[in-house]
């Protein structure tokens, strides 16, 4: 049975899944599908074409789907999709994207910490943690099992890799490289992330061919086409090293050093 409020404000054309509790006060607009067993409190607002997926929390005064931020918006129908079992907390506010036809995406097992910002058509991965005040300007991606840190501001087409950590308050202009912790205003690279491939239940074996990949791309003064050869040469076996130079050889603002 869903729970809906008397006060809440639900939209007739809004799909709602099994289980859904609506809040006080909460508003959902015509064009929102949400999945079984989400719990939407008091005062949030979700509108937009926005589907968001089952088990979900989304906490008070979060602002769920909203136009773009982004001047060159010129109308047409843009998307926002969440996935399962992701919790968004107090005053979150994520944005449907800029393009029309496009989508603003965030994945399963994501928590977004009170006050985050997901501008549009950022790509958010599955198991993504952001701390309070972490904000991610437009076209950002961010890869599975990434953590971003209270007060962390990524600049528009950054890439985070998988598994890094970005420090509280850093200030991103580049690709973080998966694996990787930054730091600072400019971010530098600072080290592996081992406690988050620790905990993701990376092998001793894989997490060692990490900081020996590490030790290439940052130590040894080699330029970024260097260290991919390096890398694809020496660690041919290792999924997560391959990843390292697949998503450096791809990146388009240079990576974070």
Do not use: W
Not at 118 to 136: K, R, S, W, Y
Not at 176 to 188: R, S
Not at 233 to 241: G, K, L, P, S
Request: with cysteine; proline share 2%.
């Amino acid at each position: 049975m869903r729970k809906i409020h008397g006060t809440a404000l639900v939209d007739v054309r809004a799909e709602l899944g099994e289980d859904v509790e609506v809040g006080p006060y909460a508003v959902i607009g015509p064009h929102v599908r949400i999945g079984a067993g989400t719990r939407v409190m008091a005062h949030a607002v979700i509108d937009g074409h926005t589907t968001i997926g089952e088990r979900c929390e989304i906490f008070p005064m979060a602002s769920v789907g909203q136009k773009t931020q982004d001047l060159k918006y010129r109308g047409g129908v843009t998307y926002l999709e969440i996935g399962h079992d992701t919790v968004i907390r107090e005053f979150v506010t994520i944005n449907t994207a800029t393009n029309e036809g496009k989508k603003t995406v965030v994945g399963n097992h994501v928590l977004l910490m009170a006050y985050c910002h997901v501008a549009h058509e950022c790509v958010v991965g599955d198991h993504v943690i952001m701390a309070n005040v972490a904000t991610l300007a437009g076209d950002v991606v961010v890869e599975d099992y990434a953590v971003l840190g209270g007060m962390a501001g990524v600049h528009q087409f950054c890439r985070i890799g998988r598994m890094a950590m970005v420090g509280a308050c850093t200030k991103v202009v580049q690709d973080v490289v998966p694996y990787t912790i930054v730091d600072g205003n400019p971010a530098v690279a600072c080290g592996v992330n081992k406690v988050r491939m620790e905990r993701v239940g990376l092998s001793e074996e894989r997490q060692r061919a990490v900081v020996e990949a590490y030790k290439v791309i940052f130590r040894q003064g080699l330029k970024a086409k260097e260290a991919v050869e390096r890398l694809r040469a020496e660690f041919r076996e290792y999924e997560e090293v391959q990843h390292m130079a697949n998503f450096i050889e791809r990146s388009g603002r240079g990576i974070v050093r």
